[in-house]
C-alpha cells in the first residue's frame, strides 16, 4: 500500500509492503526496516508470516529506495524521525520493531525517541558504531557497482546457503546484487550507495540511544559476518541488556537463515 | 580499491549453489530421488504453503538436487535465479506462459530451432498468443512488429541453423524503450561463450540437454531470470503485466512483483507455471547435469578449438559452396560476432554442399565418426539435415527466412580428435563427389 509521510522535506508517498494481507491497525503491528540499498523484499518471508499469523505489517521502502519517493533521508536520526511519521500516518501507536543493519540502528534510534511506541525491538546484523571503511566509501564514489560487489561478497558466507531465499532456485548472490544495482539505479538524486553507506557510518548517537531504551531487545547476528562482525556488537549489546542469538551465517540473515531468523522473531513477536 | 567479488566462472561451475551436506557430510551434490519432503508439523506444512518459509514440498514444483543446479545456472549466467524445467521447449513455454495468454503477441527473430517455430506460430496460436516473425538483423522490423499487447521480444542468441548473431544489446534496448523484456535462447553459446544479462537480456533459457549436459544423456531445460525488468514499473506505465503486478486469484491474491522486486517473475513461474504445467525436471537429471556444469569452462573451450579446425578445412574444400559460422569473414555478423562473441562463435554450424540432395544424402551416409542424429552439443561430434529433420514442418518460404536450403548440412562438433573429424569429413565429401 501507500502512505502520505511526513519528512524533513516535505510529505511523501512511501510504498508499504503488508506482507500479503491488508493492512489492519487494529492487530498488534509490527514494522521492518530494510538496510541499505535494499528495499522491502529482503522480509518477504517474516512479513509473511507476520501478516499471517495475527500482525500487522509495515515493511516499508525507505526514502529514496525502492518505490519510495526520495529524497533519501541522510541521518538516523532524521530516518528515526520518518518511522516514528510512518506510524502515525498507519494509524500505529505501538508496535515491535526490526531492523537489519542500517535497519537495525534506525529501529534503534526510533525505540529510544519514543519508547512508549516500541513493544520489543530486534536488530539483526547490527554493530555499534556502524564503522565503514574509507576505501569502501571511496570506490563508492568512483564505482558505485563495483563497492556493491565487494558489501555482496562480504555479505554472504557461503555460495551456496539452503533453503535459499524466498524459495529454491534462487542465487543469493546475483538477487542481492541485482537487488542493490536496482536500488542504487533507482535513485536519479544522487549515489545512494554513499548516502547509506555514510548515515551508517556517520551515526554516533548509539550507546546514548540505548541507555533511553525500555523494551526488551534481542540481537541476532552471523557468527560469519564480515560487514558487522558479532564482536563489534558486544558494547551495543550490553547498553541494551540484549539477548543474543548467534547464527551460523553472513550478513544477510534473512537469505541465509531465514528459518533460523523467524524462529528468533516468533518469540520476539510473542 | 582492490577488494572481494563473487567467485569467478569456473569456480561457479564447480560450487555454485552447493555446499557440503549438512547430514551426510557428502561433498558431491546428493541425488534427492523424493517426490515430496516431510513437514515438521501442520504450521510448517502451511508456512511452507504459504511462502512463509523457503523449502521444499512436492518435487514438481522444488527439489533439493535440482535447486543446486537452478542456482548454478543463474550464478553462471550472472542472474538472479532459475527454474529446471523438463526440457528447453518447456523453458521457453513457462517464460511466455508466464507473462502472456490469450489475447498476447510476441516479437520473435525468425532465425529460431523448428521446434521454437512451431510453438510460436502453431501452437501458441491455437490458445489465442499471436507472434510476428522478423528478421533478426532488422532493427526497425522488431519496432514495427511490437503492439500494445506484446509481452515480450524473443530471438536466439545464435539462431539455428544459420548462426545469425542476435544483436542482443540493440534489440534490448529497443525492447527497454518500449517496457518490453527481451528474452534469449542461449542454448548454442552457452554462459562461457556469451552472458546476455551482461548485454542487456531480461530472460533467457537453455536446452540443457546440449552443451550444459555435453554427454547426450539427458533431457532437460533451465529458465534464468536477470531480476532487472521492473514488472511493476513498466505494467503502470503501460497495463501489459497484470500477471506480475496485480493480484492473482490462484495464489491467495498474491502480486508477485510485490513480494519480490527481483524474484517476481520466477515466484509466479514456479508456483503457477510449474504448479499448473507440471513440466519439471527430475532430479536425476538434474543430478547428470551438475555433472556436466562442472567441465563446461573446459569442454566448451575444446569445442570451439575442434570447431575453428573443421570449418577452416570446409572452407577451403571445393565440394563446399559456403560455411555459415560468424567467425569467418563471409558471415554477415562477423563484426558482430568479434564483439558479442570474443571466446567464439560455439561448436554449431551450418555447410551447404556443392551438389544435389542426393550427394547430401551420400554424404552424410559416408560419415562414420558424425552420428546422424536430431541433438546438438554432444561430446560427439553430429551431423543432420535440418531440411528433412529439425525444421522439415517449414514451407520453403520459412526455411528460407531461417537461412535454410534443400542442401544445407549443420554439423555439432564434438571432443573427438580434430584431425580425426577432417579425415571423416574428407571422406564423407569424397564420397558426395562420386555420388554425382
Redesign the interface.
Known amino acids: 500500500m501507500d502512505l502520505d509521510v511526513a519528512t524533513p522535506h516535505g510529505r511523501a508517498r512511501v510504498y508499504v509492503?503488508t506482507g500479503?494481507k491488508p493492512f489492519d491497525a487494529t492487530r498488534p503491528a509490527i514494522v521492518f526496516l530494510h538496510g541499505a540499498l535494499h528495499?522491502h523484499?529482503v522480509w518477504?518471508?517474516l512479513a509473511?508470516?507476520a501478516a499471517?499469523h495475527g500482525l500487522a505489517v509495515l515493511a516499508p521502502d525507505l526514502p529514496g529506495h525502492?518505490?519510495s519517493q526520495g529524497p533519501a533521508l541522510d541521518t538516523i536520526e532524521a530516518l528515526a524521525g520518518w518511522v516514528l511519521a510512518l506510524l502515525d500516518a498507519a494509524g500505529v501507536e505501538k508496535t515491535v520493531l526490526v531492523g537489519h543493519s542500517m535497519g537495525s540502528l534506525i529501529a534503534l534510534e526510533t525505540a529510544a525517541r519514543a519508547p512508549a511506541r516500541v513493544r520489543a525491538l530486534l536488530m539483526l546484523a547490527t554493530a555499534y558504531p556502524m564503522a565503514v571503511s574509507p576505501?569502501?566509501l571511496?570506490?563508492a564514489r568512483d564505482d558505485p557497482y563495483?563497492a556493491i560487489?565487494?558489501v555482496?561478497?562480504?555479505s554472504h558466507a557461503?555460495?551456496?546457503?539452503?533453503?535459499?531465499?524466498?524459495?529454491?532456485?534462487?542465487?543469493l548472490?546475483?538477487?542481492n546484487?541485482?537487488?542493490m544495482?536496482?536500488v542504487q539505479d533507482g535513485y536519479a538524486a544522487g549515489n545512494l550507495f554513499t548516502i547509506d553507506f555514510e548515515v551508517c557510518n556517520r551515526y554516533v548517537g548509539g550507546l546514548e540511544a540505548a541507555s533511553r531504551v525500555t523494551c526488551p531487545v534481542q540481537l541476532v547476528l552471523g557468527a560469519r559476518d564480515q560487514m558487522t562482525a558479532p564482536r563489534q556488537a558486544a558494547a551495543l549489546a550490553d547498553a541494551l541488556h540484549a539477548k543474543i542469538t548467534t547464527l551460523p551465517a553472513g550478513h544477510s540473515l534473512m537469505t541465509e537463515a531465514?528459518?533460523a531468523v523467524?524462529d528468533v522473531l516468533r518469540a520476539v513477536a510473542a | 580499491m582492490p577488494g572481494p567479488s563473487d567467485p569467478g566462472f569456473d569456480t561457479l561451475a564447480v560450487h555454485a549453489g552447493a555446499t557440503p551436506d549438512p547430514a551426510t557430510g557428502a561433498r558431491a551434490v546428493p541425488l534427492h530421488l523424493s517426490t515430496a519432503f516431510v513437514f515438521e508439523s501442520s504450521d510448517h506444512a502451511a508456512s511452507l504453503f504459504n511462502m512463509e518459509r523457503s523449502g521444499h514440498v512436492y518435487s514438481r514444483i522444488s527439489n533439493p538436487t535440482n535447486a543446486v543446479f537452478e542456482e548454478r545456472m543463474a550464478a553462471l549466467e550472472a542472474g538472479a535465479g532459475a527454474i529446471a524445467t523438463a526440457s528447453g521447449q518447456a523453458a521457453l513455454h513457462l517464460a511466455i506462459a508466464t507473462l502472456a495468454g490469450a489475447g498476447s503477441h510476441v516479437v520473435s527473430s525468425a532465425a529460431l530451432y523448428g521446434g521454437s517455430h512451431n510453438l510460436l506460430h502453431y501452437t501458441l496460436a491455437r490458445f489465442g498468443i499471436a507472434t510476428t516473425f522478423v528478421q533478426p538483423r532488422d532493427l526497425d522490423a522488431w519496432r514495427a512488429a511490437i503492439r500494445p499487447e506484446t509481452k515480450l521480444l524473443f530471438g536466439e542468441t545464435l539462431g539455428n541453423p544459420g548462426l545469425d548473431v542476435l544483436d542482443v544489446p540493440a534489440v534490448a534496448t529497443l525492447a527497454h524503450e518500449h517496457d518490453l523484456p527481451l528474452l534469449v535462447d542461449s542454448t548454442f553459446t552457452t554462459p562461457w561463450l556469451m552472458r546476455p544479462f551482461e548485454h542487456g537480456a531480461d530472460l533467457l533459457y537453455h536446452s540443457a540437454t546440449k552443451f550444459l549436459s555435453g554427454h547426450g544423456t539427458v533431457v532437460g531445460g533451465v529458465l534464468v531470470d536477470s531480476g532487472r525488468f521492473d514488472w511493476i514499473a513498466a505494467h503502470g506505465r503501460t497495463g501489459r503485466f497484470a500477471e506480475l503486478a496485480t493480484p492473482y486469484d490462484g495464489f491467495h491474491g498474491m502480486v508477485f512483483g510485490e513480494e519480490s522486486s527481483v524474484g517476481g517473475f520466477l515466484l509466479r513461474a514456479r508456483r503457477e507455471g510449474l504448479r499448473d504445467f507440471g513440466a519439471c525436471m527430475s532430479p536425476h537429471t538434474a543430478w547428470l547435469l551438475l555433472q556436466g556444469l562442472e567441465t563446461l569452462p573446459l569442454r566448451m573451450a575444446r569445442h570451439v578449438e575442434n570447431t575453428r579446425k573443421v570449418v577452416a578445412f570446409l572452407a577451403s574444400h571445393p565440394m563446399v559452396a559456403k560455411v555459415a559460422y560468424p567467425e569467418l569473414e563471409s558471415h554477415p555478423d562477423h563484426a558482430l560476432a568479434k564483439r558479442l562473441l570474443p571466446r567464439g562463435a560455439g561448436a554449431v554450424f551450418s555447410f551447404d554442399l556443392a551438389g544435389s540432395r542426393s550427394q547430401g544424402r551420400a554424404f552424410i551416409e559416408a560419415l562414420k565418426l558424425f552420428s546422424h542424429l536430431a541433438n546438438v552439443g554432444d561430446c560427439r561430434s553430429l551431423v543432420i539435415h535440418p531440411a528433412s529433420t529439425t525444421h522439415f514442418r517449414m514451407n520453403d518460404a520459412a526455411l528460407a527466412q531461417a537461412g535454410i536450403g534443400p542442401g544445407t548440412i549443420r554439423l555439432s562438433i564434438g571432443l573427438e580428435d580434430a584431425d580425426d573429424l577432417i579425415e571423416d569429413l574428407k571422406r564423407a565429401l569424397s564420397s558426395a563427389k562420386k555420388a554425382a
Do not use: C, E, Q, V
Not at chain 1, 158 to 171: D, E, R
Open positions: 509492503y500479503g528495499d523484499g518477504t518471508l509473511r508470516w499471517h525502492g518505490r576505501a569502501l571511496d570506490t563495483r560487489d565487494m555482496n561478497a562480504y557461503s555460495i551456496g546457503a539452503k533453503p535459499s531465499f524466498p524459495g529454491p532456485g534462487m542465487w548472490h546475483g538477487s546484487r541485482t537487488l544495482r536496482r531465514p528459518d523467524l
